[in-house]
């Protein structure tokens, strides 16, 4: 059976990164975007030229309309999904937490939260045995800062991460018997565009030298973590968090 793989936000950064991985493995690949439509364009041809299968679809996972809009779909265009990565997700402008307000609040809540959950349960409906599904598995992007807590940068950012590995582990147990795997991967500084957002693009240079390892990671050494959870070289594990931080 051909592996289906739907990667959220795999345009750019570690989706992108994931998203070629998984078409170099044979993984038929959807690369969801949000707005940045050449980017998603480009991973696609690059999947294709090195032989593999893959579409881009546009899609604000925010949205429940537009998640089944993207899930129906991969069903259209590539097939039984067997694989979801809840890739997508944003901050804001580095502050204190006393300095933030309603709307951002639910700006971060919606795109670190409530985006992984609608996905997560369009892919359930999808793989879960209890749907007559074949079963599958779910990685979450999540961050260090789920344990770090970002002070001074992104409390928010870091509090909907801690939202995303509860839900890692609960996913995990309530489908554990129906075929899915759900685990985590949690990055500590990675090489992306996503610091830009925060108002320091250098952020990765600044610290990655005061880490353990002395460097900021590459979006290419999560990609192969999130595709050894995606793969049955993982098969008895769920409910698991991969520390992807270079020891932080
Ligand atoms: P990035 O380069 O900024 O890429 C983010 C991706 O998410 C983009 O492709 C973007 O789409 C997409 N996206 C954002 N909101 C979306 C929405 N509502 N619907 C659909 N797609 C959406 O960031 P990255 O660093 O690769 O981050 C990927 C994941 O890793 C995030 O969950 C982030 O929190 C996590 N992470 C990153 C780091 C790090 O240091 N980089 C560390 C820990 C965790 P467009 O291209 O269309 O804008």
């Known amino acids: 059976m051909a592996e289906v793989v739907l990667i959220t936000g795999g345009g750019r950064g570690i989706g992108a990164a994931t998203a070629r991985l998984a078409g170099a493995r044979r993984y038929r690949v959807c690369v969801n975007y949000r707005s940045d439509e050449a980017s998603a364009a480009a991973v696609v041809a690059d999947i294709r030229q ?18 089944e809009r993207l899930f129906a779909a991969v069903d259209a265009e590539l097939g039984p999904l067997t694989a979801l990565v809840n890739n997508a997700g944003t901050l804001e402008r580095q502050c204190r937490l006393d300095e933030l ?20 349960g369009a892919a359930v409906r999808r793989m879960s045995t209890r749907y007559g599904g074949k079963g599958g598995a779910i990685v979450n992007v999540s961050s260090a800062a789920s344990r770090l807590g970002s002070p001074n940068e992104y409390v928010d950012y870091a509090a909907s991460k801690g939202a995303l590995d509860s839900m890692t582990l609960g996913l995990a147990l309530e489908v554990a018997g129906e075929g899915i795997r759900v685990n985590a991967v949690r990055p500590g500084l990675i090489h992306t565009d996503i610091h830009a957002l925060g108002g320091e693009p250098g952020r990765v240079d600044r610290v990655g030298p005061g880490l353990p390892m002395g460097r900021g990671g590459e979006p290419e050494e999560i990609a192969e973590s999130i595709l050894f959870l995606l793969s049955p070289a993982s098969s008895y594990t769920t409910g698991a968090f991969l520390d992807l931080a270079g020891g932080r």
């Open 50 to 67: 090195a032989g593999g299968t893959a579409v881009a679809v546009r899609a604000d996972v925010t949205r429940s309309a537009e998640v």
């Open 101 to 120: 307000d309603e709307d951002r609040l639910a700006r971060i809540w919606a795109a670190n939260i409530t985006g992984p959950f609608l996905c997560a």
